[in-house]
């Protein structure tokens, strides 16, 4: 990795996000974002049956017939449960070494994935809904274990990782942009879930750009191959993410090509374009 663009980045990061606090998990510069959102509570209108949001969050497969408005809501939860899980584990086994890496950018990204999932059950919360703590289903449990525990070299499995981290732009964006069109009678519930998924799409987007610049060329490009190969079909194997977005407008999503400064461009305050 270049030391300009992990100095740089560093820099951002400090400006961004504040004091570290690896024993309290917090980041200052954060811990004041929810500030300004807890003192201005949204509550949509919109009524869901809170019985069958809970019974579908907990199965893998959520029951036929759900509205399009129940099932962007179940794929919000779900996306919650996967960043919950992969951070959790990564955390409970050690294997983010906080304590080691006090200055690093290692800890920003931990605690800032941390806080997504702070993000994501603010965003259920205006439908006063919660979201329940359960696992991922079984293939995205999996992803997640070969990314934390692979016995292999970081360098082997960071391809993966940035994978993971391309398609969660590409999937963040699309969530916000669908649940801004089916909430669009409520200004307010629109700005808040556009605030809300914007400060993960921001962190998301630098973390492709970190791992892209932590790699060499032959990383970058097998990197580039996986998300073309196995990012749309990843979305389409989730159905919630099918009956919320549509497989045409997955696909025309991850059709597009992926250029990290073009997205960081679009967050000039959040994001850091590599
Ligand atoms: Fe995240
Ligand atoms: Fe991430």
């Not at 400006?15 to 300004?36: H, Q």
């Not at 960043?83 to 006090?102: I, N």
């Amino acid at each position: 990795m270049t030391a300009t663009a992990i100095d740089g980045y560093l820099d951002f990061l400090e400006t961004r996000d504040g004091e570290v606090d690896i024993y309290a998990e917090t980041l200052s510069g954060r811990e004041s974002f929810y500030r300004d959102i807890d003192a201005k509570p949204v509550r949509s209108r919109h009524v869901f049956d809170r019985e069958v949001f809970l019974r579908n969050v907990r199965q893998a497969r959520a029951e036929p017939g759900l509205d399009t408005h129940m099932s962007w809501l179940l794929a919000t939860a779900r996306a919650n449960q996967s960043e919950r899980f992969g951070v959790e584990l990564t955390k409970l086994y050690g294997r983010a070494d906080l304590e080691e890496e006090e200055r690093s950018e290692g800890v920003h990204i931990v605690l800032q994935e941390t806080y997504h999932t702070r993000v994501l059950s603010r965003v259920v919360s205006i439908f006063g809904l919660p979201v329940p703590h359960c696992p991922p289903p079984p293939l995205i449990r999996f992803m997640i274990k070969l990314m934390v525990f692979s016995p292999f070299p970081k360098r082997l499995t960071m391809p993966l990782v940035g994978m993971n981290e391309m398609a969660g732009c590409v999937i963040f964006a699309a969530l916000r942009d669908r649940g801004m069109e089916l909430f669009a009678d409520e200004p307010a519930v629109v700005a808040r879930i556009r605030i809300l998924f914007d400060e993960i799409l921001a962190d998301e987007i630098c973390h492709v750009g970190l791992i892209a610049a932590g790699l060499g060329r032959f990383g970058r490009a097998v990197t580039r191959q996986l998300y073309r190969r196995l990012g749309a079909n990843m979305a389409l194997g989730s159905p919630e993410f099918v009956a919320a977005l549509g497989r045409d407008e997955i696909e025309r999503r991850f059709a597009e090509p992926f250029d990290q400064r073009r997205l960081a461009a679009q967050f000039p305050d959040t994001a850091y374009a590599f």
